[in-house]
């Protein structure tokens, strides 16, 4: 796969996997990061998806993908099993987040987490001026029907980070033009000024 035709935030995740590792895909959909990191980083790649559509599609492709539910499934997996975890733009879906990650966290030696941020500057604009939970590109929903049941904001994340003794080893913050701006805890501007956060986790 052309590295151009995959997401932009997963190829910032690609760019933290090192080859010839274990990867575990939270979420992976029909495995498009999976697909391209054993093609270009030759890693030992395993998927969990929700969806049996997404796991389907996996299937279909090659690759070892399950059906399972990150809220509840992650326990069956032993510790240390993988290098790195990774969850892209799904952690707000779930209905523990704080044990998603120490599960994450449990089962790799790194997990690797990407966000919409609440507290971008777009979304305190919207609620001030309009008084209504705001839709932008990154949060594509009305509230009434969104998976989104646990927003939160760089800041957010960074203080669950810290609760749980997670390590934050690399912080990303995204723009809605896909600029990327990396950033060392605390930084004020990322929590304004990033659309996105993508951050890479160590245990302390």
């Known amino acids: 796969m052309n590295p151009t035709q995959l997401r932009f935030d997963l190829r910032l995740i690609a760019d933290m996997v090192a080859p010839k590792t274990r990867v575990l895909d939270v979420g992976c959909g029909e495995g498009e990061l999976l697909k391209f990191l054993r093609g270009t980083k030759k890693v030992d790649g395993r998927g969990i998806e929700l969806s049996m559509s997404g796991v389907s599609g996996a299937v279909r492709q090659g ?3 399950i059906q399972g ?4 499934d992650l326990k069956d997996y032993p510790a240390g099993a993988f290098d790195y975890v990774i969850l892209s733009q799904t952690l707000q879906a779930t209905r523990n987040p704080r044990e998603v990650l120490e ?3 449990r089962i790799g030696k790194h997990a690797i987490v990407s966000l ?11 609620l001030l001026v309009h008084g ?3 839709v932008t590109s990154s949060l594509g929903f009305a509230w009434y029907d969104t998976p989104n049941i646990h927003l939160c904001t760089i800041d957010d994340f960074i203080d669950l980070a810290d609760t749980i003794g997670a390590k934050i080893e690399r912080g990303i913050a995204i723009d809605s033009s ?8 605390p930084d004020w501007k990322a929590n304004l000024f990033g659309e996105n956060g993508l951050f890479l986790l160590g245990n302390k």
Do not use: C, E, I, K
């Open 63 to 65: 690759l070892s993908v």
């Open 69 to 72: 539910d990150a809220d509840t």
């Open 103 to 105: 599960q994450m966290l």
């Open 116 to 126: 919409p941020n609440f507290g971008h500057w777009r979304v305190r604009l919207s």
């Open 132 to 134: 209504r939970m705001p």
């Open 178 to 185: 896909g600029r990327t701006r990396p950033f060392t805890p």
